[in-house]
T-cell receptor
Framework: GNSVTQMEGPVTLSEEAFLTINCTYT??????LFWYVQYPGEGLQLLLK?????DKGSNKGFEATYRKETTSFHLEKGSVQVSDSAVYFC????????????FGTGTRLTVIP | DARVTQTPRHKVTEMGQEVTMRCQPI?????VFWYRQTMMQGLELLAY????????DSGMPKDRFSAEMPDATLATLKIQPSEPRDSAVYFC??????????????FGEGSWLTVV
């Protein structure tokens, strides 16, 4: 089946610290992988995505590389800001189907000045 | 700026009352999803539609929940009767399924439901 396992939070970092949020997946075939971000009181927004192995998605200083050999899609940012405080969700979309997303449990990030 | 629109944004209702949540997907999108978010369960897929036809509603409690798409611009999620355990944020999302993986789905801001 399809599932996503995500690093449990919460994660608290100081401003300008390095961020890694781990995400591994189980899927049949070749899924696409996503990171969504949810700011307080808002819906989920696409942060970045990768559709095939070795692709790197990037946006707003965040990066994640699709690693098929380790079935991982870890999110990284070199220097976090207070405004990055949010909940981050890793998700996969199966290779075929109605492009439904399977989500991880979410990781809450708090960045302190 | 195209976006998924949900109403109401916030709803407080008494147990036993009917609740209807509405969603306007992004124009041209052919797939609509309903998700529920709670602290305990995280994000759960309740139902989704393609070209207005229900594809999967296995995540939805059938005895009290129903989801429909009366037309391409409107999706509804109804709870009747509502119970306190239904308190959650309900998200609608839409996307354009073109037979390929990797198509992005876009979320609305959610309907925050409290059943007392």
């Amino acid at each position: 089946g399809n599932s996503v396992t995500q690093m449990e939070g919460p994660v608290t970092l100081s401003e300008e610290a390095f961020l890694t949020i781990n995400c591994t997946y189980t899927a049949t075939g070749y899924p696409s992988l996503f990171w969504y971000v949810q700011y307080p009181g808002e819906g989920l927004q696409l942060l970045l995505k990768a559709t095939k192995a070795d692709d790197k998605g990037s946006n707003k200083g965040f990066e994640a590389t699709y690693r098929k050999e380790t079935t991982s899609f870890h999110l990284e940012k070199g220097s976090v800001q207070v405004s990055d405080s949010a909940v981050y969700f890793c998700a996969l979309s199966p290779q075929t189907g109605a492009n439904n997303l399977f989500f991880g449990t979410g990781t809450r990030l708090t960045v302190i000045p | 700026d195209a976006r998924v629109t949900q109403t109401p944004r916030h709803k407080v209702t008494e147990m036993g009352q009917e609740v209807t949540m509405r969603c306007q997907p992004i124009l041209g999108h052919n797939t609509v999803f309903w998700y529920r978010q709670t602290m305990m369960q995280g994000l759960e897929l309740l139902a989704y539609f393609r070209n207005r036809a229900p594809l999967d509603d296995s995540g939805m409690p059938k005895d009290r929940f129903s989801a429909e798409m009366p037309d391409a611009t409107l999706a509804t999620l109804k709870i009747q009767p509502s119970e306190p355990r239904d308190s959650a944020v309900y998200f609608c999302a839409s996307g354009l399924a073109q037979g390929l993986a990797g198509n992005t789905i876009y979320f609305g801001e959610g309907s925050w439901l409290t059943v007392v």
